[in-house]
């Protein structure tokens, strides 16, 4: 073989690093977008505003534009009734619904992206069709309804996007819907739509919030509670001062950790306890127990169908829970059947009725696995650790199984993520157990508050040697700060306008 012969000519030229790393960053932008996710009646508006003000007064943005997707409604199908604030609210609510049936459940965060993009376009660099300018902005978005939406616009803006849920007690909202003239009667069919309607182009308020970055959650009706929350998330998210997680922060964390150490076929349910000062005394998740104490876990050679690991996944591969409902349902009707009630042929509609049935659905007296509060409560008692005063941590609201063995535990109180259906906690321990902030009398349950578990690592972990200079503290100009992660305004566009393309295929939107 015959090498070529280089010469100077032929040689490539030399790449110079610096320049190729400072070009590259010259793309980024410090642009954020925050999205709001909240049930009805929690103050979004007030949140928003608060994320307005501070932003452009003590962070130096150029200016942060709230997109209220009500808008979107009202431009597509028509200006709702004014004068009657549930008349408004249904009508908006009816419209959503429609416009997310026509044109897909994620169609009213696809226009917010399109109002940004056109933002973007009036700010190209030196004129060039194809580079913008990276601008100081924010973009707050009013608010998502349904997980397809949230996706939609973590799709898009990636770590650039972050998600707050905006929660206050239920009395709150109740009396902020109140003053705008709405019955109970109304209050409760909104909270109810807004929360979890039975299709999937609905508003899934329910199912959407858990899956947030940071959890606000709003007990008074204090501006000044609101300011300071919004300014600590984003002395954060931007890198501002040295921030450290809360107690509850870590607590939660932990809980969420645990959570993945369960095989449970339903869902994976990680729980937490601290004492009064805050530390963490044990941890629990839900999985079968094994003869001899403790659940079963993995196995430590790494063998995935050992027989020593017999949790449902290795033992029938099924949901014993499920299993024993489909038993019961199969009984019922059969003895209806026996009595002459129902036509033989009949019986398999039947059946299927009874087990859509709420009441049998939400059974869960049969599963195998202990739950991840009674784990923890568990592993506490093992540690020896007194439990009087302390507080529970988990990641779901805890079953009505669950609450009497918390309240008989001594736990004062219990912070939970996500919503579960199933339980009837309040209902049949209604004389132990509160859902009421203010009532100290009783184990308040209350919605989680601060950093999501999946953002934990992301945002308090930070560079080696990122917050000292010459053995000081490095101190950073909020007005000049950049965000934890900022995105590339080369990859931006591209994105954005595959969900401008898309919109015009609709006709929602018009070239221009």
């Not at 999205?35 to 009646?41: R, V």
């Not at 028509?78 to 009816?94: C, F, H, T």
């Not at 398999?348 to 939400?362: P, S, V």
Request: hydrophobic content about 35%; overall charge positive.
């Amino acid at each position: 073989m015959v090498k070529a012969k280089v010469t100077s000519a032929t040689k490539p030229a030399a790449v110079n690093k610096t320049d190729n790393i400072a070009e590259i960053k010259d793309t980024h932008t410090s642009q954020l977008v925050i999205a709001l996710c909240g049930p009805i009646g929690s103050p979004i508006p007030d949140v928003a505003q608060a994320f307005k003000q501070c932003l452009e007064k003590n962070f130096g943005y150029d200016y942060a534009e709230i997109l209220k997707l009500s808008r979107q409604i009202e431009k597509l199908s028509g200006p709702a009734p004014s004068g009657n604030a549930y008349e408004r609210v249904k009508y908006l609510i009816d419209k959503g619904d429609e416009l997310r049936g026509r044109h897909g459940a994620g169609v009213l965060a696809e226009l917010a992206v399109s109002e940004i993009a056109f933002d973007r376009q009036k700010h190209k660099k030196n004129n060039e069709p194809q580079r913008f300018e990276p601008r100081r902005v924010c973009h707050i978005v009013d608010s998502i309804k349904n997980q397809q939406e949230l996706d939609l616009l973590r799709l898009v803006y990636r770590d650039m996007v972050y998600v707050v849920g905006v929660y206050a007690p239920e009395s709150l909202r109740t009396t902020s819907l109140q003053q705008k003239g709405m019955s109970l009667k109304q209050i409760y069919t909104l909270i109810d739509r807004d929360s979890g309607e039975e299709f999937a182009h609905g508003q899934t308020v329910r199912d959407t919030f858990p899956n947030a970055d940071f959890f606000l959650r709003v007990d008074s009706s204090s501006g000044s509670q609101v300011n300071a929350r919004v300014e600590r998330f984003l002395d954060l998210i931007l890198g501002v001062k040295v921030m450290t997680p809360t107690y509850s922060e870590t607590a939660m964390y932990a809980a969420a950790s645990a959570a993945g150490n369960s095989a449970c076929l339903s869902r994976q349910v990680g729980a937490a306890i601290t004492d009064v000062h805050g530390n963490i005394i044990a941890t629990g998740w839900n999985d079968v127990p094994k003869f001899g104490g403790g659940l079963y876990a993995a196995d430590p050679n790494g063998d995935q169908k050992s027989d020593h690991d017999l949790r449902c996944w290795n033992k029938g591969a099924k949901c014993y829970n499920d299993d024993e409902k489909h038993l019961i349902a199969e009984l019922l009707v059969d003895e209806l059947a026996d009595a002459k009630a129902i036509t033989k042929s009949a019986k398999e509609k039947a059946k299927n009725a009874i087990l859509a049935n709420g009441k049998l659905r939400n059974l869960i007296e049969f599963s195998r696995s202990v739950h991840a509060e009674m784990h923890a409560i568990i592993n506490a008692g093992k540690n020896g650790a007194a439990l009087a005063g302390s507080k529970l941590f988990v990641t779901t609201y805890p079953c009505h199984s669950c609450a009497r063995h918390i309240v008989a535990a001594g736990i004062s109180e219990v912070y939970f993520i996500e919503p579960y259906r199933k339980s009837l906690a309040t209902k049949l321990h209604d004389d132990s157990i509160t859902e009421d902030e203010s009532d100290t009398k009783k184990v308040r349950v209350l919605p989680y508050d601060g950093v999501a578990p999946a953002r934990y690592l992301k945002l308090f972990r930070v560079p080696r040697d990122s917050r000292k200079s010459k053995g000081a503290l490095l101190t950073i100009d909020p007005r000049h700060s950049q965000p934890r992660f900022d995105k590339t305004l080369e990859a931006l566009p591209t994105l954005e306008a595959v969900v401008v393309k898309k919109l015009r295929e609709k006709n929602l939107i018009h070239a221009g």
